[in-house]
């Protein structure tokens, strides 16, 4: 079964720093990849995602991930933080089934 | 367009007691589902339809119930709460077919049983 991983359930970035957020996959065959962000009391919105057109994509508020295949990765990053990504991000792989696995999410706080 | 929309947004039930929670949307999607999220747990799939008419379990369906008799809309019942079952629920619907997995949520409802 599909399995995705975060690492770290937590991570404090200073603002105008690289913001890195881990994500791997358990998959045999490349799933189509997904991150979303959940800012405080709302739902998921769809930040970016990969479905093999492009192993690096851009997404929406200047984040990007890249696919490594070698690496079952698809980490995301924006290279200066600002206070408004303060929220709880997570990463999806979709497969077989017409569903989505999630993991275990991480909350981003920036600090000024 | 409102995108997927959930009621009621906030309940408190006591344990043994029932509720239906409403989910819609008026993108014309095809699919629908309802996650349950707990800190750390990232969200689960509890049941959900590829079609009107249609109902599926997903990863912890126990307890839960779900119809989709309209479209639009998908309905998560709960026959008789638990304080397990205290959780964020949230809705999502998708296109189905070339973006199957891309999916819009709804807000959200935090249900609390106590």
């Known amino acids: 079964a599909q399995s995705v991983t975060q690492l770290g359930s937590h991570v404090s970035v200073s603002e105008g720093a690289l913001v890195l957020l881990r994500c791997n996959y358990s998959s045999s065959v490349p799933p189509y990849l997904f991150w979303y962000v959940q800012y405080p009391n709302q739902g998921l919105q769809l930040l970016l995602k990969?479905?093999?057109?492009?192993?690096l994509v851009k997404g929406i508020n200047g984040f990007e991930a890249e696919f490594k295949k070698s690496e079952t990765s698809f980490h995301l990053t924006k290279p200066s933080a600002h206070m408004s990504d303060a929220a709880e991000y997570f990463c999806?792989?979709?497969?077989?089934?017409?569903?989505?696995?999630f993991g275990g999410g991480t909350r981003v706080l920036v600090k000024p | 367009n409102a995108g997927v929309t959930q009621t009621p947004k906030f309940r408190v039930l006591k344990t043994g007691q029932s509720m239906t929670l409403l989910c819609a949307q008026d993108?014309?999607?095809?699919?629908m589902y309802w996650y349950r999220q707990d800190p750390g747990m990232g969200l689960r799939l509890i049941h959900y339809s590829v079609g009107e008419g249609t109902t599926a379990k997903g990863e912890v369906p126990d307890g839960y119930n779900v119809s989709r008799l309209k479209k639009q809309n998908f309905l998560l019942g709960l026959e008789s709460a638990a304080p397990s079952q205290t959780s964020v629920y949230f809705c999502?619907?998708?296109?189905?077919?070339?973006?199957?997995?891309?999916?819009?949520f709804g807000p959200g409802t935090r249900l609390t049983v106590t």
């Open positions: 993108m014309n999607h095809e699919y």
């Open positions: 990969y479905t093999s057109a492009a192993t």
């Open positions: 999806a792989a979709g497969a077989a089934g017409n569903k989505l696995t």
């Open positions: 999502a619907s998708s296109y189905g077919a070339v973006s199957i997995y891309e999916q819009y």
